[in-house]
Nanobody, 127 residues
């Protein structure tokens, strides 16, 4: 049974930072691209960052320069650091896993074909 468990959310002041962690179990971690998404009620889930097992990363232009994704394949964990937070960054943040063997032609920037999702962690940016 695959489990993705996010942690690290909470209340942050504008301009602050947050470090989210996602611990994965039940899968061969180094066969999965890991992504961080966020969702605001009433809006589509948005890809924030993705990291391939080889360490290659993708960031959409909307957050480039403010986020950093990293992973430790030995610890089955992926992190997201998000700096210079704004009130509009308030959302539920999810990690997700996409198998690279089953999706060999899916580019890193794609938000599709993530098979496994965590339950999410709330980040609220407010003074």
């Amino acid at each position: 049974q695959v489990q993705l468990n996010e942690s690290g959310g909470g209340m942050v002041e504008p301009g602050g930072s947050v470090r989210l962690a996602c611990a994965a179990s039940g899968l061969v971690f180094n066969q999965y691209t890991m992504g961080w998404f966020r969702q605001v009620p009433g809006r589509a889930r948005e890809l924030m960052a993705a990291i391939h097992p080889n360490g290659a990363t993708f960031y959409p232009n909307s957050v480039k320069g403010r986020v950093a994704i990293s992973r430790d394949n030995a610890k089955n964990t992926v992190w997201l650091v998000f700096n210079w937070l704004r009130p509009e960054d308030t959302a539920v943040y999810y990690c997700a896993a996409r198998n690279i063997v089953n999706n060999p032609n899916t580019v890193l920037s794609s938000s599709l074909r993530y098979a496994f999702w965590g339950q999410g962690t709330q980040v609220t940016v407010s003074s």
